[in-house]
């Protein structure tokens, strides 16, 4: 919670959520207008992170923000992760784009869960970010909305869309376990 480092982290997230939707702009250009919320998943989970970052910044709270950072941190974290490596063990070349992405979005995923001592997060703020995060994958995967993927991935949509439901479930499991865990040992004094 230094502000110094506070700091740093909200611009390399602000920078980061820039150049995430630059990098969805031809997807964005062909997506019908209704859809664009629900596209560019990984700059807004790091868009949600710098909100938050900018209200620790200045002192204050919006532990639904913090809900729903962490758990699209962790799952959009390590979704892009294993996308990049998979697409790897199906015959792409990885260049060093799909390694940067692979070492941010890990870094998403360690932020999503770095920051559980310090969000207030409530029952009632998970369940609407699991609405939120579940409508996302009806409408990646049922609407074919999903991120755009590597082509030898193409052939692989449906268990795509069933592994990213299951990260959900899992993100949202472990915001709640990690959340509920730590604000029991410090209340308890541990």
């Known amino acids: ?34 859809f664009l919320p629900f596209v560019p998943d990984s ?14 910044l200045a002192g204050k709270r919006w532990p639904l923000m913090e809900a729903l950072a962490s758990v699209t941190l962790i799952k959009y974290g390590l979704w892009a992760v294993v996308m ?27 932020q999503g869960c770095l920051y559980f001592p310090f969000y207030r997060i409530k029952t009632w703020h998970l369940v609407c970010t699991a609405v939120w995060t579940i409508h996302n994958d009806i ?18 949509i449906p268990q795509i869309g069933y592994f990213t439901f299951l990260l959900s479930l899992f993100s949202l499991l472990l915001v709640w376990v990690g959340n509920k865990n730590f604000h029991l040992s410090h209340d308890n004094g541990l």
């Open 1 to 34: 919670m230094n502000k110094s480092f506070l700091s740093a982290l909200f611009v390399i997230n602000f920078l980061g959520t820039l150049y995430g939707y630059y990098w969805y702009e031809s997807q964005l250009m062909q997506t019908p207008w209704y």
């Open 43 to 56: 700059p807004t989970a790091s868009l949600f992170f710098t909100i938050v970052l900018g209200f620790f």
């Open 84 to 110: 990049n490596l998979a697409a790897g063990a199906a015959g792409t070349e990885l260049n060093y784009l799909h390694w940067m992405l692979i070492f941010s979005h890990g870094g998403m995923a360690v």
């Open 139 to 156: 409408i990646d995967y049922v609407f074919n909305m999903h991120p755009w993927v590597s082509q030898s991935l193409n052939a692989y």
